[in-house]
């Protein structure tokens, strides 16, 4: 599976991820990496296998595909959540559909351009 990576935690390298499939977001512990040292950014588009522990989510052997790839996706993802909640109204027949929006990824070049 492929993701982004969201957020770092610095002292431990732990990290979470937006996966390519929408679903729930991937965490990830590097303490249980077994590819060695991880060297991840925020904005990193990755390559990694999904597993679950308990109910959570996780992601392992995760390897970096593309470096800075979606680095204005935390801000994308903010403005566009900003954005819906200024919509004051979602008829019934569409609530359910509007809850499942999706932001797309954009490419890094798309990004730069704005």
Request: hydrophobic fraction near 35%; proline fraction near 4%; aromatic fraction near 10%.
């Amino acid at each position: 599976m492929y993701g982004v990576i969201i957020w770092i935690e610095e002292k431990s390298g732990n990290a979470l991820i937006w996966c390519d499939d929408h679903g729930q977001l991937a965490y990830f512990v590097a303490a249980e990496c077994t590819l060695g040292p991880t060297d991840f950014s925020v904005g990193d588009l990755v390559k990694f296998v999904e597993g679950y522990k308990g109910r959570v989510r996780r992601a392992y052997d995760v390897v970096v595909a593309n470096p800075a790839q979606y680095t204005n996706l935390k801000n994308d993802m903010l403005h566009h959540a900003r954005s819906k909640s200024d919509q004051t109204h979602v008829s019934p027949k569409f609530a359910k559909k509007a809850d499942r929006n999706i932001v797309p990824f954009s490419s890094r070049s798309q990004s730069m351009q704005k």
